[in-house]
């Protein structure tokens, strides 16, 4: 008996079936994958004849290991950045009060940077705000603490925001849709990242112009 005779036997065995001018490579693999497909199967057979294979992951079980894979990276990439930290602050495990001032102070004039206020006038770009007069925008972290600011958009005069903030505006970004013809000659949608928010810096106020800006407030009652 030939080997192609021989595939065909067991193709037939297996359940398989092929057209008579099938080559005989493609019987092959055919028989050998089937093989192993049994061969998986019978491994989760047990002593009663019942199949006990496992359920396939779903997306949510695949997700929730990624985000929990995710989170550990994250909380060891934290623990290098504090070690780095520590390291190039200079800190000496066998003098803990001096440990602590060191990181006082770092973490007082990284705050302050963070909470500098600079002048700026912020537009939107993104186009579900775009009836939006203004926005709450949030950020924190562990060492600056949580910073929550409301930030009008397209203000004349400008608007003094945080640093912290600022550079979370600067990195946001939104999806835009773009007319184009197709192939076909019809219109289709293509979406298009931008940037969410355009930030004009302007220059910070003079004495001058911050006492006319508090007698201001002070005719209109905004301040105390």
Known sequence: MTERQELLEEAKALGLKFAGNAKTETIKNAVASAKSDAQDEAAYVDAGGVVNKPTPPTEADIR???EAEFAEKLELEKKKLTANM??????????AASNRVVIGQARLKARREATKLVRVNVTCKDP???AWEGEIISVGNDVIGDIKKY????????WH???MIL????SKECTVFKQKRGRDGKSVNEPKQIKAYSIEYMEPLTQDEI??????????????
């Open 64 to 66: 929730a290991q990624l």
């Open 151 to 158: 930030i009008p958009f397209n203000t004349e005069d400008g």
């Open 211 to 224: 006492s006319e800006l508090a007698r201001d407030q002070v005719a209109r009652q905004a301040i105390d």
């Open 167 to 170: 550079n979370v505006l600067e």
């Open 128 to 130: 579900m705000k775009s």
């Open 161 to 163: 925001v945080p640093q």
């Open 86 to 95: 520590e390291i190039n602050m200079g800190l000496k495990n066998d003098d």
